[in-house]
């Protein structure tokens, strides 16, 4: 099984962090930074909301403050006195899914206390609650929302240390005091990093298994398993909160390009790999000399969520029997959803095989619904693009306007002074020879100075007209692009429309039936021939070929703000 590993990351003020401002965000505070004179304020990040649990652990016999994170993570920047300065660092550790709120609090903190252990530190720990959707943007369905916790790290040793008085006594002084110097260098902490990796595995798997899940945590990396699986890229927070703006990025289109296509296949060849699931598991338990119905086999393939719904349709005590028609959902809790309207308006299925088929229509109904988000995003970036250009446009024009009175001004004033010049051609030619301004006559003086003035104001006006030629130009740049990203969109809505019509051409009326307005338009001018499914794809042929092509098409690119 494949799942998210803990990853350690260093904090310093080169990156601009700060120890203080670092855990408050992590738990959800509000504190003062002494070394800056700044105030930090997370609190809007409620604890039981997006925080699940916050707390600061101390080794045994450790001062009051060590526990306050406000006197800590102040005490550790203090302890830091170069520019540069590595101020702390952020283990950050998955928690499995299927825990309960304080399940996964203790396991977090179990977690932080043996890093306290091992490095005899205070640390914080702050353990936040994933959020509803993932790096692309789309939705997370209810059992992959869980949780992750942070556990921030200063870089030193919290030690007590006797300090010599002036009249021969001594006295103990607590404070972070001795560097970590092997957690700074990613050879020299790598065994540490290893100790604390196999920990989380292992209490993962403790946890886990008492709640009667899988318990197949890992720290080992695919490498070391010999899997012949590749991690996914990376994002990094910058690209995460484009995407989930909606603008397309490099990074986030070499992750879609992995995933959109895995989760259609899914969709489309759901029945196949069904089937193979149920053949490994019935050939595993006729190798182990064990009797496995084939309803059984399948129970595995059934998620949290679908439970309930799947027990209505096999019965561990006989053959299967036609199922209920699927329930429909409650409309408060799914108002404005495509999804919702088709599920209430499309024919309930009455067959076990109907009801599979019904369930894959739903999904690439889903992806519809997604699509169809992004294009009225799209069109909204078009309507402020066009709003944008006019500003901008009515601007240059107005400063030709003014550039063009500038100049007519410039042309005056230049004509007064050479006017002038010519009928005191002994002032002007004395004036030159002594190269001093204080014997020039006062009008004269003058004149020069309006010219001058006139002159300014015209470099002034063609400096803007400039720069609105400039961004003109962007806006023609960033037109192109949004067009580039209309037609891939415009695709994945054909490609999608396709898949439905190549598994049920009868679900196209009821999806057409709970649109309207311009997303109707849109569904009826990319539906294909009901002849066939895509591009000339036959109904009835594998609906993976045409599920291939909804991957992301051509190169996407940043969108205009």
Not at 63 to 78: C, I, K, M, S, V
Not at 541 to 549: G, L
Request: net charge positive; with cysteine.
């Amino acid at each position: 099984m494949r799942h998210a590993r803990p990853h350690l990351q260093t904090h310093g003020r080169s990156q601009g962090h700060s120890a203080v401002a670092g855990a408050a965000y992590r738990l959800g505070l509000r504190l003062y930074d002494e070394r800056t004179k700044t105030w930090h304020d997370f609190r809007r990040r409620k604890l039981g909301e997006e925080i699940v649990a916050a707390l600061t652990l101390a080794p045994e016999g450790a001062p009051d403050w060590a526990t306050d994170p406000g006197q800590l993570w102040n005490r550790a920047e203090a302890a830091e006195l170069r520019k540069d300065s590595q101020v702390a660092r952020d283990y950050r550790i998955p928690v499995p899914f299927g825990l309960s709120d304080e399940q996964a609090t203790d396991m977090a903190t179990q977690m932080a206390q043996f890093i306290v252990d091992q490095l005899h530190t205070a640390v914080s720990l702050g353990l936040h609650r994933d959020a509803d959707v993932d790096a692309l943007g789309a939705v997370k369905p209810k059992e992959k929302q869980g949780y992750h916790a942070h556990i921030y790290i200063p870089t030193r040793r919290l030690e007590q240390l006797e300090q010599a008085e002036g009249d021969g006594t001594s006295k103990s002084d607590w404070g972070l005091h001795t560097k970590f110097a092997f957690l700074t260098g990613r050879r020299s902490s790598s065994d540490f990093v290893e100790r604390l990796n196999a920990r989380w595995a292992e209490l993962a798997n403790e946890f886990t298994a008492a709640n009667e899940l899988p318990a197949d945590y890992t720290h080992l990396s695919y490498a070391r398993q010999g899997l012949p699986f590749v991690p996914q890229p990376t994002l990094g927070q910058a690209v995460v909160a484009m995407e989930r703006k909606g603008f397309f990025t490099r990074k986030g289109n070499a992750v879609r390009d992995i995933v959109v296509p895995s989760e259609i296949h899914k969709v489309a060849n759901g029945a196949a790999m069904d089937a193979q699931h149920q053949q490994a598991v019935a050939d595993l338990a006729r190798e182990m000399g064990k009797l496995v119905r084939p309803n059984e086999a399948s129970k595995p393939l059934v998620t949290p969520g679908r439970q309930a719904e799947s027990s209505r349709d096999e019965q561990a005590d006989g053959p299967p029997t036609a199922p209920s028609p699927l329930p429909k959902p409650p409309m408060t809790a799914l108002a404005g959803s495509l999804v919702a309207r088709f599920h209430a308006a499309a024919p309930a299925p009455t067959t076990p095989e109907e009801r599979r088929l019904f369930i894959r229509v739903l999904k690439i109904a889903a992806v519809v619904e997604r699509v169809l988000a992004a294009l009225n995003d799209l069109a909204h970036r078009f309507r402020k693009h066009a709003e944008d250009l006019g500003r901008r446009m009515a601007a240059k024009l107005d400063t030709d306007y003014q550039l063009d009175g500038c100049r007519a001004q410039r042309a005056s004033a230049k004509e007064k002074l050479e006017q002038w010049e010519a009928n005191h051609r002994w002032q002007v030619v004395t004036a030159r020879a002594f190269g001093a301004d204080g014997i020039k006559p006062k009008a004269w003086q003058s004149l020069i100075g309006t010219f001058e003035a006139c002159q300014r104001r015209v470099q002034t006006m063609k400096a803007t007209l400039r720069s609105h030629q400039v961004y003109l130009d962007n806006f023609a740049d960033d037109e192109a692009q949004l067009r580039v990203q209309q037609a891939d969109t415009r695709q994945r809505l054909r490609a999608a429309l396709g898949t439905m019509v190549a598994l049920d051409q009868g679900s196209v009326e009821p999806l057409l039936s709970v649109t309207s307005g311009v997303e109707l338009e849109w569904l009826r001018a990319h539906l294909p021939d009901m002849g066939t499914t895509m591009d000339g794809v036959p109904q009835g042929s594998e609906p993976s070929e045409a599920v291939a092509r909804l991957r992301p098409v051509g190169r996407r690119v940043v969108g205009a703000p």
